[in-house]
T-cell receptor, first 116, second 108 residues
Framework: NAGVTQTPKFRVLKTGQSMTLLCAQDMNHEYMYWYRQDPGMGLRLIHYSVGEGTTAKGEVPDGYNVSRLKKQNFLLGLESAAPSQTSVYFC???????????????FGQGTRLTVV | QQPVQSPQAVILREGEDAVINCSSSKALYSVHWYRQKHGEAPVFLMILLKGGEQKGHEKISASFNEKKQQSSLYLTASQLSYSGTYFCGTQYGNKLVFGAGTILRVKS
């Protein structure tokens, strides 16, 4: 059972380049989330999805876009990368609306992104 | 808006106890606790529900005060393996948001 898988694990981008981070889960979870982690800032929510075909903004959405075309996949896109987007990105998932308030979230192993 | 955690960091010797607090300006219906080791993903420890139900880790306990909108994580007789960053999280509507974390270091 793989759980939550993120690809790639590491990436270096030049300013202005674009890229997509992929998150895949095999637990049939409805809810999926993208976070960024910076020193001293904890896990800040970028975007989230409550089901296939839905997305919504989190706390720090600027500069990012997301898509959830399939239930198991949640993609995070950077259209024009900036050095301020250098961070570790984590994807997480948990069960649907009636359960999200009392079930654990499972995290991927993270993607370390550096923008130079 | 993130939950607020305190302290930001704590250093313990093996066998000592620690308390990590989490508070929210919004109503709390449940609180999650996670631990993250350096370079790894956060791992679930415990969840506390409104009404007092607790699920989670056998060696770490927690409390949830709904009136004060606070939760506390209790680590007793700490071990070296307890070292890491502890996060509290809560579900605001459909958003799962986390505090800034508490760095715990246990020394031998």
């Amino acid at each position: 059972n793989a759980g939550v898988t993120q690809t790639p694990k590491f990436r270096v981008l030049k300013t202005g380049q674009s890229m997509t981070l992929l998150c895949a889960q095999d637990m049939n979870h409805e809810y999926m989330y993208w976070y960024r982690q910076d020193p001293g800032m904890g896990l800040r929510l970028i975007h989230y999805s409550v089901g296939e075909g839905t997305t919504a903004k989190g706390e720090v959405p600027d500069g990012y876009n997301v898509s959830r075309l399939k239930k198991q996949n949640f993609l995070l896109g950077l259209e024009s990368a900036a050095p301020s987007q250098t961070s570790v990105y984590f994807c997480a998932s948990n069960k649907g609306r009636t359960s999200a308030m009392n079930t654990e979230a499972f995290f991927g192993q993270g993607t370390r992104l550096t923008v130079v | 808006q993130q939950p607020v955690q305190s302290p930001q960091a704590v250093i313990l010797r093996e066998g000592e106890d620690a308390v990590i607090n989490c508070s929210s300006s919004k109503a709390l219906y449940s609180v999650h606790w996670y631990r993250q080791k350096h370079g790894e993903a956060p791992v679930f420890l415990m969840i506390l529900l409104k009404g007092g139900e607790q699920k989670g880790h056998e060696k770490i306990s927690a409390s949830f005060n709904e009136k004060k909108q606070q939760s506390s994580l209790y680590l007793t007789a700490s071990q070296l393996s307890y070292s890491g960053t502890y996060f509290c999280g809560t579900q605001y509507g459909n958003k799962l948001v986390f505090g800034a974390g508490t760095i715990l270091r246990v020394k031998s």
